[in-house]
Antibody, heavy 120, light 110 residues
Framework: QITLKESGPTLVKPTQTLTLTCTGSGFSISSSGVGVGWIRQPPGKALEWLAVIYWDDNKRYSPSLRNRLTITKDTSKNQVVLTMTNMDPVDTATYFC????????????WGQGTMVTVSS | QSALTQPASVSGSPGQSITISCTGTSSDVGGYYYVSWYQQYPGTAPKLMIYEVTNRPSGISNRFSGSKSGNTASLTISGLQAEDEADYYCSAYRSMSTYVFGTGTRVTVL
């Protein structure tokens, strides 16, 4: 059974850097074809794809946010870390991580999400 | 990076069928067979309902079906039930190996 869990601060100040960790179980992020992505959702708004990292360390970022995002993985802990610099109140959102399976380009299992508020 | 376009809301009576559209471009919906649909209840994580345009994951009711024509994908819910009342999002693989989500559709069961 695949599960993912996001962790990180619930409150960050403007201009600070956000670091979120996604811990996966029931799968290995080093298995061929596997990926883990990050998606966010501001309160009452739509989902927005942020980034994805693959088993081979290939990384892709949202073009609109690529200069602020960094995604990395720690295979020994089966974790994926997302950092976002220069946080702004408009970045207030629930941040989800999700599993990209080996067989296709979709996100088949999602974490419960973690709410991040940006405020001074 | 512009989102895929969905109607803000769709409604139907129990037992009816409804269809939600998802319009993109030749660089995403029209260019690849990797269109997915997600169902989301308030305060919960999205749940995958359809992948690769037409495929249902194990455990998803066959009342949910997907299709695509050109740059527009569609999700059809047949035999509408009260439990189908939720937000629905499409997603597509986009050129440069990125992803994009739709604007979301609120489904209301009358």
């Amino acid at each position: 059974q695949i599960t993912l869990k996001e962790s990180g601060p619930t409150l960050v100040k403007p201009t600070q850097t956000l670091t979120l960790t996604c811990t996966g179980s029931g799968f290995s992020i080093s298995s061929s074809g596997v990926g883990v992505g990050w998606i966010r959702q501001p309160p009452g708004k739509a989902l927005e794809w942020l980034a994805v990292i693959y088993w081979d360390d290939n990384k892709r970022y949202s073009p609109s946010l690529r200069n602020r995002l960094t995604i990395t993985k720690d295979t020994s802990k089966n974790q994926v870390v997302l950092t976002m610099t220069n946080m702004d109140p408009v970045d207030t959102a629930t941040y989800f991580c999700a599993h990209r399976p080996t067989y296709t380009s979709t996100f088949d299992m999602w974490g419960q999400g973690t709410m991040v508020t940006v405020s001074s | 990076q512009s989102a895929l376009t969905q109607p803000a809301s769709v409604s139907g009576s129990p037992g009816q069928s409804i269809t939600i559209s998802c319009t993109g471009t030749s660089s995403d919906v029209g260019g690849y067979y990797y269109v997915s649909w997600y169902q989301q209840y308030p305060g919960t994580a999205p749940k995958l309902m359809i992948y690769e345009v037409t495929n249902r994951p194990s455990g998803i009711s066959n009342r949910f079906s997907g299709s695509k024509s050109g740059n527009t994908a569609s999700l059809t819910i047949s035999g509408l039930q009260a439990e189908d009342e939720a937000d629905y999002y499409c997603s597509a693989y986009r050129s440069m190996s990125t992803y994009v989500f739709g604007t979301g559709t609120r489904v209301t069961v009358l």
